[in-house]
């Protein structure tokens, strides 16, 4: 697991899942499922003074340590001695520290703190540090994690912290793994905690549904999911170093993920989409990601605006990034066995739709709306429906976030009251007349009931897809405004979330602190930590070794040198503006045509003559191109639906055990397992 500055409730929910496999494996009949370690990666934990010898902790390290203290006298046998409940070791390490409890189940927990000066920090780095550990390199010495295990039977269990996640979770991955071996990653069904009732927490709900049981299930049946979240996804050892493709000599996928960013675009795949990334290059060696909707798991997801347009301007942008990789390069993809022809259309046509004409065709069903409900010209529609994205546009280049998010909301309920209020008036409209003609009705009728047949098809999930309830009025946000602030912010490469806020002033001095803390660091015979009474220790020499050339080959850290910040800044305003004049151009364009269209109908004969409610009219080609296209993908979608529940159906029939009633001899003999090889490392 990877943390940084989650909140005492996330903490909590992450180790509670821990404690609770932890109980659930120690179970006799579960015991041989396989054995597990559990790690965290606490980035920017602590800070080592030399002078002194004290290893000082940050307040969310010391918040975890309270966590664990709880949850240790929670888990434990009623006759536990409540003063031995701090039995951890703790141990000065090349990297920071590390603090290691042994789990009442008997399970392991070693928490790395990772000090900020001598190793690289984030979520990438940190996934980076535990692959090096569990795997080793050729580059490094012998790693003391000393596996014992084939690779093809390791798995590493990716989390964030701030999961929560089960004991028949985790075996659901487990077994699509023995059940496909040339699985390289299986990501489990995301679900966001109902921390509160808010329109955005049931916007996010609906869309996590959706996303996982519509274009994650079409994307395993056609060929590869492609991205396993790195919040709950298995991954297998091998897949880390081995290439299963024999078409070309590729690098390992550890020697790539472990590269340095040093342009642009590198920002953008590297750092803000790091999961999908690694997905895409275990895809390209001749590995499979699969998608398992058995194995739920609920994470935090941003209760406020502001946070939730960072976290999906860094989603959108390397996402957009990443499949235009992936269509650039789709000779490469198909050639090694990772994609086929029809996985590389359909992402073609999500690209088509979702990128260059998606905020357009958003855009003319509001003036199209507009219109129908005022009586308005349409260009005078469009001139009061294109207002809020240009006040929208103004606010990106000229003011700051806090700013910018206020336009977004601003500018969001004001289209999702134009569309809710044209919806309204098209659908009383067509029952008065006893006819549907408005391309409204029937875009969100084909969409409406596509969810529904899904409803059937998932009926555990009813309840979620209720929060499908407000999803039209939040439709503009997410396919025009959102689309357009990402755009306008793809320079912006910060991670944005559950970052502590700091004065000009706080940085400058916590740069000079670290400055001088790093010319002035040497040898500390004797190391204190405030939260245990326990003994420090000193690392071995092995460990010693193997991480002090583990940092100096991969993780130390270095701040760029003002040439390569300005070439990446560089490389990123020139891809800003490339994206602008790219998307405007297509997405103004059609808008335009569409809106011109309605005051100035192309001729016959480029219309096709439909009957509507015993009249006649001719439909140009565009809206019928336009129509059928959304159709073809719709109908597409159910039926990756619809083939994927059928796959979890055979799953559920084969993992489902038949009791057998044992006679009194075999009662008294019982089961043993004698092949221990067979045991999976987790």
Known sequence: ATMWHETAEEMRALLVSVFEVDRDQAVPENIQNFKWEIHVLFDDAINCNHDTGEIVPNEFLRLFCEEMRSLVIS???????????????ITKTPYGGLLVWTLPGGSKLFCHLKEKI???????????????????????????????????????????????????GVMRLMEVMQEHPKTGGVCAQMQPKRSKRSLQIFLQIFEYLTGHMMFKATEHVIGNVRCAPGCFSLFRASAMQENRSTKEDLPSVIDMYSSVTKRGHECLVYDLGEDLWLCMMIIQRGWRVRYCALSDVFTQCPEELSEFLKQRRRWTVSGTVNLLRVLFYWHSYVRHGGFNLIHILYQASVA????????????????????????????????????????????????????QTRVVLISSGLYGVIFIV????????????????????????????????????????????????????????????????????????????????????????????????????HPVEEW????????????????EHFWNKT???????????????????????????????????????????????????????LAIGITFCSSSENVDFIDISLFVFVTVITLFLLLGTFLHRMETLSHIVQTTPVIKKKTVSEAEAGTEVDDENQISYL
């Open 75 to 89: 888990y434990s046998s009623a006759d536990i001695d409540k003063n031995n409940v701090e039995n951890v070791t």
């Open 118 to 168: 001598v190793i690289r920090n984030k979520k990438r780095w940190s996934q980076c540090m535990y692959f090096l550990y569990f795997l080793g390199h050729p580059l490094l010495p012998t790693s003391p994690f000393h596996l014992d295990q084939p690779l093809d039977n390791t798995f590493i269990l990716a989390l964030d912290g701030d999961v929560e996640f089960s004991y028949p």
């Open 352 to 403: 088509f739709f979702g990128i260059l004409i998606g905020p357009a065709v958003m855009f003319t069903m509001l003036v199209f709306g507009l219109t129908s409900v005022t009586g308005v010209q349409s260009y005078i529609s469009g001139i009061i429906v294109g207002l809020p994205l240009i006040v929208l546009i103004i606010s990106t280049l000229f003011t700051g976030q806090e700013m």
């Open 422 to 521: 044209t919806f309204l008036y098209e659908l009383i409209a067509g029952f008065a007349s006893n006819c549907f003609t408005s391309p409204i009705i029937f875009t969100y009728g084909l969409v409406f009931g596509c969810y529904i047949l899904m409803t059937f098809l998932h009926p555990r999930q009813i309840p979620d897809f209720l929060y499908g309830l407000s999803y039209p009025i939040t439709l503009p946000f997410m396919f025009m405004v959102l689309p357009v602030y990402c755009l306008l912010n793809m320079d912006d490469v910060s991670w944005g979330t559950r970052e502590v806020k700091q004065s000009a002033e706080e940085v400058e001095n916590k740069e000079k602190i670290e400055t001088e803390v790093i010319e002035n660091i």
């Open 528 to 543: 204190t930590f405030d939260i245990y009474k326990n003994k420090v220790q000193m690392a071995s020499s092995e460990v």
């Open 551 to 605: 940092i100096e080959t991969f993780l130390k850290p270095s701040k760029l040198k003002e040439e390569q910040e300005n070439i990446i800044k560089r490389d990123l305003k020139i891809m800003k503006i490339v994206s602008v004049l790219v998307l405007g151009t297509t997405n103004i364009g059609y808008s335009l045509l569409m809106t011109l269209k309605m005051s100035f109908p192309l001729p016959s004969s």
